[in-house]
């Protein structure tokens, strides 16, 4: 069964600071998508950066980067020049066309951006 | 483009109830797919609604229950409702084919379960 880890409950970070979040995945599959999304306290699920699998550049949204590494099952996310509108909860997920788009989610990670 | 909507924000409801969700999904997708977020934690799957038909479910019971409209509008039902029910219910709007399976979230039911 597909399992998504977050092992970082809470992170802070000072504004214009960079932070990195952890997320590891377990698959059997080949073909698939990592996805971070943010949850701001006003609750709406929003996209922060997608991975297809099959690629090996890393994703880039701006501020926004993610460290991919297939072999590892590894998915991290980078963010640089934090700004207080970061602060939210953020969630790595896994999905796969396999899975019906059943998306898997971690338990998320709080981020803080102290100013 | 007009976002994914859900309704109501906030409910509560006592034990044993039923309780009916709605969500209009986003112009042009075709796929609704309904999570619930415990305090805490990630959404978890319940199940999805594609041309009207139930696509996939998760490890939920029977006497939570969807239907999906022509107009790709969705409701979840959930039966006889127990205190663990109390949580934020997320839908998720998606186009089937796309390539790369990307999921746009309602902004959720809060449900409390007295």
């Known amino acids: 069964a597909q399992t998504v880890t977050q092992s970082q409950p809470e992170m802070s970070v000072q504004e214009a600071e960079t932070v990195t979040l952890s997320c590891t995945y377990d698959t059997s599959e080949s073909d698939y998508y990592l996805f971070w999304y943010k949850q701001p306290p006003s609750r709406q699920m929003i996209l922060v950066i997608r991975q297809e699998a099959y690629k090996q550049q890393n994703a880039t949204e701006n501020r926004f980067s993610v460290n991919f590494q297939k072999a590892a099952k590894s998915f991290s996310l980078k963010i640089s020049d934090s700004q207080l509108g970061d602060a939210a909860m953020y969630f790595c997920?896994?999905?796969?066309?396999?899975?019906?788009?059943?998306?898997?989610f971690g338990t998320g990670t709080s981020l803080t951006v102290i100013p | 483009e007009t976002g994914v909507t859900q309704s109501p924000t906030h409910l509560i409801k006592t034990r044993g109830q039923q309780v009916t969700l709605r969500c209009s999904s986003q112009?042009?997708?075709?796929?609704v797919s309904w999570y619930q977020q415990a305090l805490g934690q990630g959404p978890q799957f319940i199940f999805q609604?594609?041309?009207?038909?139930?696509?996939g479910r998760g490890n939920f019971p029977p006497r939570f229950s969807g239907l999906q409209f022509p107009n790709y509008s969705s409701e979840l039902n959930v039966n006889a409702l127990e205190l663990d029910d109390s949580a934020l219910y997320l839908c998720?709007?998606?186009?089937?084919?796309?390539?790369?399976?990307?999921?746009?979230f309602g902004p959720g039911t809060r449900l409390t379960v007295l």
């Open positions: 997920a896994y999905g796969a066309s396999n899975t019906g788009n059943q998306f898997y």
């Open positions: 609604y594609y041309r009207e038909e139930e696509n």
């Open positions: 998720a709007s998606s186009l089937i084919l796309a390539t790369y399976n990307e999921q746009f």
């Open positions: 112009s042009g997708h075709n796929t």
